[in-house]
């Protein structure tokens, strides 16, 4: 995936990775809730990631039924490799230190992390 997903895009995406294909307006339904956006903007939304080659669409009857063709971990891993390129220099453990120094690490979090580097070691 070339290009970058926006924060609005990526709530769309969110919908449909929980649950897929839904219609437009099945879109709209699960994403405006919190949100001031009309049918239109979901559908604008859907619009630019099908131009990105990120969702799909298959007509049922006069409707399109969506449905990402971007696996949730695929697109998380991509960015999140991205981030620690950009702001690290590709190195992960000065993240996990600005994440320790900010206080955002959780006890459990802490604890996460141990287990995923004993898991390493092994």
């Known amino acids: 995936m070339s290009e970058k ?31 001031d956006w009309s049918v239109q903007t979901v559908k604008t939304l859907l619009s630019r990631l099908m131009a990105k080659d990120v969702i799909g669409a298959d007509q049922d009857g006069r409707r399109f039924l969506y449905r990402p063709l971007v696996a949730r971990d695929d ?5 999140s490799g991205r981030l ?8 992960v453990s000065p993240l996990v230190a ?3 120094s900010q206080d ?4 459990e979090d802490i ?3 141990e287990e995923i580097l004993k898991g390493l070691r092994s």
Do not use: C, H, K
């Open 84 to 91: 620690v390129n950009r702001l690290f220099g590709g190195r």
């Open 75 to 79: 697109y998380v891993a991509g960015e």
């Open 111 to 113: 604890a996460e992390l």
């Open 104 to 107: 955002q690490l959780t006890a």
């Open 5 to 35: 997903i926006s924060e609005a895009e990526l709530v769309v995406m969110e919908a449909l990775w929980e649950q897929s294909p839904l219609t437009a307006a099945e879109v709209a339904d699960r994403v405006t809730q919190d949100r």
């Open 98 to 100: 600005q994440l320790a």
